[in-house]
Structures are given as C-alpha cells and as structure tokens.
C-alpha cells in the first residue's frame, strides 16, 4: 500500500479516536499499530510488540524522572511553596503588580525542587491567589500570573521534561538540566516587568501593601534556605560533574525528604502516602504516553518518513533558521489538542534529524521546544495549568484565568524570539559544565 495514503490514514486515526474521548497514549498506539499492519502485516506487528515497552522505557535515563517528582511532592508537603511566597512577598509585594510578581518569584523558587509544571502552578497558586484576592487584585491577574508561572516547572531545572527531552534524542542529560537555567532566570524576568505594567493599571492600580523593612526582609530570607540546598544539591552537583542526573535527584528527593520530617507534619504517614502516590501516577503517566506514541513514531520510521523530511528540507532552498522557526511553530496547533509529553514524542522522530542536519545545537532547539510546549500549558482548550487554578480558585472562572494567562503568552513568545535569536543564552552555561 502506498506509504503516503497509510501515514494520512493513521494520523486520521489519531484525531477521530481522541475526537471520541480515547487517551492520547491509547490513540498513538492504537494508530501506529494499524499503521504498521498495513506496511508490514499482522505477526510482524505482533512480533515487534513482545518487547517494545520494555525497550521503550528501560533506560537509565529516565529513572530520574520519578526521584524528581518524589522530591517535588516531599517539598510540596515540606510547605516550601508557603515559606518562599513569604519571603517573595517581603521584596516585591509592595511594587505595583507585588504580590503577582512574588507568585512568579515563587514559581521560580519551587520549580527547583519540582519537575512539574502542574504542582508548581498547585503549590502556589493555593498560598498566593488568596492573598492577591485579600489585597483586592483583578482576579484574571491573580490567576493567570500564577497559571504562567507554572510553566516555569517544566524549564527551570530539574525538569522533567528536560529529562524527557535528553531522552528520547539521546543528547546529554546533565547539559540539558543545566542550559534549561538561563532561560528559565530570563523567562522569571520577562514575567516580573511585564506583571510591573499590568500591575500600574485597573484595580491593581490600588492594590498596594505596605513596604516591609530592609531588616525584616534579610531575616526572612532565611527563611528560603530549603530551596538553596536542593539547588546546591541537585543542579551544583550536575554542573560540577560530581555527580550525574540520576544520582543528583535520589540525593535530592533525600534532602527533600529530610526536609519533610524537619517539619513535623502531623500525619506523616498520609502526607508520605500522598507523596508515593502521585509520583507513580505522573510516572506511569509520561512512561504510557512515550510507549504510546513510540509505536506511533516506530511506524513513522518505517516508513522513513522523518528522513525523507529531513533530506527534503536540506535539499531545498529555505533558509535554515525559517525551518526551525517553522517546526517551532507547530507546536502551537498541537498545544491546543496535546499535552507537552505527547507533543514531543510525536514530533521529535520527524524533527530532530532535520534539525541534526541543518547542523543545529540539539540542545538549544530541546530549550526551545520545551518554551513552545509552555505556551500550550496556559492556552485553551486543553491548558492544562489554566484547569488546575480554575479548580483552586473555584470564584474565578476558566475564561478568566484564560484571559488572564494571554499576557503571558506574548511575553513568552517574545522570550522564544530572544533565545531564537541568541542561542548562546542557551548553550553558555552548558558549554561551562565540568565532567562534560
């Protein structure tokens, strides 16, 4: 059967099973498997299948993705989230826009000791858009500053989706954690100056709080000490070369531990339970969808589709940069329908040989696919930030957040146009790394 009708009819397949309510995982399986009967036949299939999910995922690579969760869901209970906006609160909350800006500062701070964009956004949002709500904030900026600065959880390191990123392309782990910092600093920037404007308009106009003294300011940064150690720990340790990432999260998710007990929950039974369970969801969650959508992308490299994209786009007369711009570019489409694991599964087979020949920094397109698939976390239909801050503040409405979110989707797209113009923003620090 001809290759290009069996690649429509799958990717058709795709859209009308998730069209009827069927997981992503299931789809991409389900139409990679009915892709590769009509290439191959049954028993080859079946035969290809014995061990697929085995090679998929048993990688040292990705084992660090549960220690990293694990860690984030020790801090989480340890109260990180709660000490950090206090701390936030004291040096900007004052300022026009002070305490959205403290939220973001917050996101910042708890994405580097959690790997997820969703329990950044979970962690923060419910200490910072009471107080935001208290001191008389428009409520779309109150939730939308947080909804966006939980996607600060998937760049700033350690992130998993980095993780992700390093290994389903096989580049270094370790630099891909590392060069994620810059751009994440850069993109907590971007986020304050343009919260500084919003703040100065409407009823944020008026929602001030007093000033906090210098004094009191430096005692309570203390107070932040839990995130130093596991900064110190975890990202010092991969970029000293002293140890790799897999190491550096089991060494996190103990401090993090550590942290846990330090606090005296008063069930720390439930709160351990809690822990241990959320991480083998989200784990089991990322290991169905790359298992899913590798039998999507192993009937892709059959049909030697990724390659023959790639041969095509170096063969032609387009500009290099406007092909990564334009594979960029996809991924705002698929943000609307996909979550970002399932975005990169699908997309890298097709992209990243394309982008290896063109002769590219796989590092700095893996930081600016990870931007792209930011944007999809705070945009509709699926945003999936947007949802969990609507189920937090249950007096603002998901339109709301949306509208409160679309800033910072401009301010995102102007931060990828900078790391797209300037890629050492990106590959500096990496470059730098010992033990590479």
């Not at 007990?261 to 991480?279: C, D, G």
């Not at 969808?289 to 041969?311: D, E, K, W």
């Not at 931007?371 to 339109?399: H, Q």
Request: charged share 10%.
């Amino acid at each position: 059967m001809d290759t290009t009708l069996v690649a429509t009819i799958a990717v058709a397949m795709i859209f009308v099973l998730m069209a009827i309510g069927t997981p992503v995982f299931a789809a991409l399986a389900l139409s990679g498997a009915l892709g590769i009967v009509m290439i191959e036949d049954l028993p080859f299939l079946l035969n290809r299948l014995k061990s697929f999910s085995f090679t998929q995922s048993a990688s040292y690579t990705l084992t660090v993705i549960p220690l990293f969760i694990l860690m984030g869901a020790f801090a989480h209970h340890a109260k990180v989230g709660k000490r950090l906006f206090s701390v936030a609160n004291k040096w900007v909350g004052h300022l026009p826009g002070g305490l959205a800006m403290a939220g973001i500062l917050t996101s910042a701070g708890f994405a580097c000791t959690s790997g997820s964009s969703v329990a950044t956004a979970a962690t923060v949002g419910s200490v910072a858009i009471p107080e935001m709500k208290k001191a008389g904030y428009d409520p779309r900026l109150a939730a939308g500053s947080v909804a966006a600065g939980g996607v600060l959880g998937v760049l700033i390191p350690p992130s998993v989706l980095l993780i992700f990123y390093a290994a389903l392309t096989e580049v270094s782990a370790g630099k891909m954690l590392i060069a994620g910092f810059v751009p994440g600093i850069l993109t907590t920037v971007v986020f304050m100056i343009g919260v500084s404007f919003i703040g100065r308009t409407g009823m944020n106009q008026t929602a001030r709080i007093p000033a906090t003294p210098w004094g009191e300011r430096l005692r309570g940064t203390i107070e932040a000490w839990q995130v130093l150690v596991l900064f110190v720990v975890v990202l010092g340790g991969i970029y000293l070369g002293l140890v790799t990432p897999t190491e550096a999260g089991a060494i996190g998710a103990v401090a993090a531990f550590l942290m846990l007990l330090a606090h005296r929950p008063k069930n720390l039974r439930s709160e351990l339970v809690e822990s241990f369970r959320s991480t083998s969801a989200t784990t089991v969650m990322i290991l169905f969808t790359m298992i899913g959508a590798g039998i999507f992308s192993y009937f892709l490299t059959l049909i030697q589709l990724p390659h023959a994209i790639a041969a095509f786009v170096v063969a032609s007369d387009i500009p290099p940069y406007a092909v990564i711009a334009l594979l960029l570019l996809v991924y705002i489409p698929l943000g609307m329908f996909l979550d970002a694991f399932s975005m990169m599964v699908i997309t890298l087979p097709i992209m990243f040989p394309t982008v290896v020949q063109l002769g590219f920094d796989p590092i700095w397109f893996g930081i600016l696919s990870v931007k792209m698939c930011e944007i999809g976390l705070i945009t509709p239909p699926v945003g999936l930030n947007c949802f969990v801050i609507a189920g937090i503040d249950r007096e603002t409405s998901l339109a709301d957040v949306f509208k409160g979110s679309f800033w910072f989707v401009l301010m995102e797209l102007f931060t990828i146009i900078l790391l797209f113009c300037f890629p050492i923003i990106v590959t500096w620090l990496p470059d730098t790394m010992m033990g590479r």
